[in-house]
């Protein structure tokens, strides 16, 4: 049988192809040649723990726990639900956004600044009045501080929870350094650079988030109306219930997100660890022959 129409390597291949074509988008392949086959000096070396954790299949589920979470802040709310067309264009969101990300992580120094230039470009250009009538801008570096560090958090929780190979304390710790490199670049003032200094950072931010009606109707597209076909939607719900199963119990009060019942809940996890292994096999690259 031809591995690459049938059999379990075509399956694979389909699924992956499925996968990578949502998360990266028709450029997809050119922007992924781009990256990995320049030429050059990088942000980050092969082994840093930038890569291991943006490298895993756990980001999915971080991704989301991410966007929760971030949409507590009222003025980042704001600027998203203004300026963002999450709704209009979702997967166009998430697709530049995973490019970001593969950039800054896998790509050249020159690529990598200049994806932070565009980016601090579109943030020069995103100010408003939020509905409670403070001002916002998205190139402030606190409200850039929430965002990051609310990334981050995520991310590295998702991958202790649901990563194949999980960090040690000094990785995780490198993580968090790794990812300030960008943040700094991006104009986040002092980023974290430690675990210790991300909690405290994410403490600190506590007084400033609050409910909103818009983070609230946000969560409820996130999770309920993802613009996807059926088939998709049993395998999304299990992403979606792990990365509410991943907030904050005080997170998921304030989007008036239900708790599920005590054993219910026990079964998240599970599910969530054999839905990234899935993911993480159909987005394997495939094995060279000998």
Do not use: C
């Not at 990266?24 to 040649?33: D, K, S, T, V, Y």
């Not at 723990?49 to 971080?62: E, T």
């Not at 997967?91 to 990598?112: D, N």
């Not at 997170?251 to 079964?267: C, I, Q, Y």
């Amino acid at each position: 049988m031809d591995a690459s129409t049938g059999g379990v390597p075509g399956l694979r291949e389909r699924l992956g192809s499925a996968v990578f074509a949502r998360v990266a988008g028709p450029a997809g392949p050119e922007n992924r040649a781009r990256i990995h086959g320049t030429p050059g000096p990088r942000w980050f070396g092969p082994h840093r723990p930038i890569r291991i954790v943006h490298g895993d299949a756990s980001m999915f589920i971080g991704g989301l726990r991410a966007l929760l979470l971030q949409s507590l802040h009222p003025l980042a709310m704001a600027a998203v639900e203004a300026h963002s067309g999450y709704r209009g264009d979702p997967w166009g969101r998430l697709q530049r956004t995973s490019t970001f990300l593969a950039v800054t992580t896998y790509g050249t120094a020159e690529h990598a600044q200049q994806a932070v230039d565009r980016v601090r470009a579109i943030h020069g250009q995103v100010h408003g009045t939020a509905p409670s009538g403070e001002p916002y801008d998205a190139a402030d570096p606190h409200l850039l501080g929430w965002v990051h560090v609310a990334e981050v958090d995520s991310f590295l929780l998702a991958h202790r929870r649901y990563g194949a190979e999980p960090l040690d304390t000094a990785g995780y710790d490198g993580y968090v350094a790794d990812t300030a490199r960008v943040a700094k670049a991006l104009g986040v003032t002092d980023p974290p650079r430690n675990r210790k200094e991300l909690v405290a950072r994410l403490a600190a931010y506590r007084g400033e988030l609050r409910p909103t009606e818009e983070a609230r109707e946000a969560a409820r597209f996130i999770l309920l109306h993802p613009p996807l076909p059926w088939v998709a939607r049993v395998p999304y719900a299990v992403l979606a219930a792990n990365a509410v199963a991943a907030l904050p119990p005080w997170a998921r009060a304030s989007l008036d997100l239900p708790r599920l019942p005590r054993m219910a809940e026990a079964g998240v996890t599970p599910t969530g660890r054999a839905l990234t292994a899935a993911i993480r096999w159909a987005m394997a690259p495939p094995r060279r022959p000998s």
